[in-house]
Antibody
Framework: EVQLLEAGGGLVQPGGSHRLSCVGS????????MSWVRQAPGKGLEWVAN????????DHVASVRGRFTVSKDNAGNSLYLQMDNLRPEDTAVYFC????????????WGQGRPVTVS | DIQMTQSPSSVSASVGDSVTITCRAS??????LAWYQQKPGKAPRLLIS???TLQAGVPSRFSGSASGTDFTFTISSLQPEDAATYYC?????????FGQGTKLEIK
């Protein structure tokens, strides 16, 4: 089955660190751009970061730049989001997502993991 | 960053009606626009990419179109299961910004 399975999340103190992981099955991450998207409680979707198929190029939204780092391990078919210096406003459900090869939409999503900074 | 202005923020319609949601980009995005459906507690689902390309398995009552920096998403013949929040997202230039969302209620 083609899917993304996320792990991690939970309660983190302000200023703390945490790493989310996302493992792909049924397809190869080395063929796709991958993204992280978050959703604060009761709010809309916010794009957080993405990384290119090779893992050599990445970008982050300004509000997390310098604190969060997206990475991938193509051999392990895994995507990561390292979150440092966490703030209460980072509290959200975090989704990993795959970019379709054609059309650029996010066509496969993980189940989402909640991160609470308090 | 490219701003995506989505409207309305909420809409209520009856089964069988048609509903239209619009998104306006703050600059040209070469039609790299996607539409998603999200139900409570679930991950978003991609419905349309490249402004008008329907994803496999998505009912044909969903459609999208583009005119310059204005994008339209239409659901015709509403069904009860269409109750959800809908988002647009531009994928032309990073950061790949989302619209604010439109909550659709079925009367």
């Amino acid at each position: 089955e083609v899917q993304l399975l996320e792990a991690g999340g939970g309660l983190v103190q302000p200023g703390g660190s945490h790493r989310l992981s996302c493992v792909g099955s049924g397809f190869s991450l080395r063929s796709h751009w991958m993204s992280w998207v978050r959703q604060a409680p009761g709010k809309g979707l916010e794009w957080v970061a993405n990384i290119n198929p090779e893992g050599s190029g990445r970008d982050h939204v300004a509000s997390v730049r310098g604190r969060f780092t997206v990475s991938k391990d193509n051999a392990g078919n895994s995507l990561y989001l390292q979150m440092d210096n966490l703030r209460p406003e980072d509290t959200a459900v975090y989704f990993c997502a795959r970019t379709a090869i054609i059309g650029r939409g996010l066509d496969l999503w993980g189940q989402g993991r909640p991160v609470t900074v308090s | 960053d490219i701003q995506m202005t989505q409207s309305p923020s909420s809409v209520s319609a009856s089964v069988g009606d048609s509903v239209t949601i619009t998104c306006r980009a703050s600059q040209p995005i070469n039609n790299w626009l996607a539409w998603y459906q999200q139900k409570p507690g679930k991950a978003p689902r991609l419905l349309i990419s490249a402004a008008s390309t329907l994803q496999a398995g998505v009912p044909s009552r969903f459609s999208g179109s583009a005119s310059g920096t204005d994008f339209t998403f239409t659901i015709s013949s509403l069904q009860p299961e269409d109750a959800a929040t809908y988002y647009c997202q531009q994928a032309n230039i990073s950061p790949d910004t989302f619209g604010q969302g439109t909550k659709l209620e079925i009367k």
